[in-house]
C-alpha cells in the first residue's frame, strides 16, 4: 500500500485510478484498507477543490417538488393560497417563519436549507394602467 496525500488534480486522478482498480476488494484485506483510505482522501480533496454548493430554498423547493411529483397548489397549505405559493416559487415574496416551518414537515427538507438567504425579483414595471407583464 503506497498512499500519499491528494495534493493536485494528477494525484486525484491517480488516486480515482487506483480506487477504481480495487473498489471490489474483499472486506478485510490489504486492497480493501487502501480502497477505505483512498475514499477519505478523495473526499477530503473533492471537498476542500470542488465544492458543491448547496441550492438556494426556492430551487430546493423545486426540486423537492419533482422529486414527490408535487404541483404548486399542494403548497397551498404550507403557503397559504395559490397566488401566494405562485409569488414565493417565482421569488417575489421571502418564505416566512411559518412557510419555512410548515415546507421543512411537508418537503422533509431541514429548515437550514430553507432559511438560506436569496435575491428577491421585483414585480416587472408597469405602465399606468396596464397589466404587469411576466419578465
Same mark, same amino acid.
Given at each position: 500500500?503506497?498512499i500519499?496525500?491528494?495534493?493536485?488534480e494528477?494525484d486525484? %486522478?491517480?488516486?480515482l485510478?487506483?480506487?477504481? %482498480? &480495487?473498489? @471490489? #476488494?474483499?472486506?478485510?484485506?490489504t486492497?480493501?484498507?487502501?480502497?477505505?483510505v483512498?475514499v477519505t *482522501? &478523495?473526499?477530503? $480533496?473533492e471537498? #476542500?477543490v470542488h465544492? &458543491?454548493? #448547496?441550492?438556494?430554498?426556492?430551487a #430546493? /423547493?423545486? /426540486?423537492r417538488?419533482? %422529486?414527490?411529483? *408535487?404541483?404548486?397548489?399542494?403548497?397551498?397549505p404550507? /403557503?397559504?393560497?395559490?397566488?401566494?405559493?405562485?409569488e414565493?416559487?417565482?421569488k417575489?415574496?421571502p418564505?416566512?417563519?411559518?412557510m419555512?416551518? +410548515?415546507?421543512?414537515k @411537508?418537503l422533509?427538507?431541514?429548515a437550514?436549507t *430553507?432559511? @438560506?438567504p $436569496? +435575491? *428577491?425579483r421585483?414585480?416587472? @414595471?408597469t405602465?399606468?394602467?396596464?397589466?404587469?407583464? %411576466?419578465a
Amino acid at each position: 500500500m503506497n498512499i500519499k496525500p491528494i495534493r493536485d488534480e494528477a494525484d486525484y %486522478e491517480m488516486a480515482l485510478a487506483r480506487l477504481n %482498480e &480495487i473498489f @471490489q #476488494a474483499s472486506a478485510g484485506t490489504t486492497e480493501s484498507d487502501e480502497a477505505d483510505v483512498l475514499v477519505t *482522501l &478523495i473526499k477530503h $480533496y473533492e471537498s #476542500a477543490v470542488h465544492p &458543491i454548493e #448547496a441550492p438556494d430554498p426556492i430551487a #430546493a /423547493i423545486r /426540486i423537492r417538488m419533482e %422529486e414527490k411529483g *408535487l404541483r404548486n397548489t399542494d403548497l397551498v397549505p404550507a /403557503i397559504g393560497s395559490k397566488s401566494r405559493v405562485t409569488e414565493v416559487l417565482k421569488k417575489r415574496r421571502p418564505l416566512t417563519v411559518p412557510m419555512i416551518h +410548515a415546507l421543512s414537515k @411537508q418537503l422533509d427538507l431541514s429548515a437550514g436549507t *430553507l432559511v @438560506q438567504p $436569496y +435575491a *428577491l425579483r421585483p414585480y416587472p @414595471q408597469t405602465r399606468k394602467g396596464s397589466k404587469p407583464v %411576466e419578465a
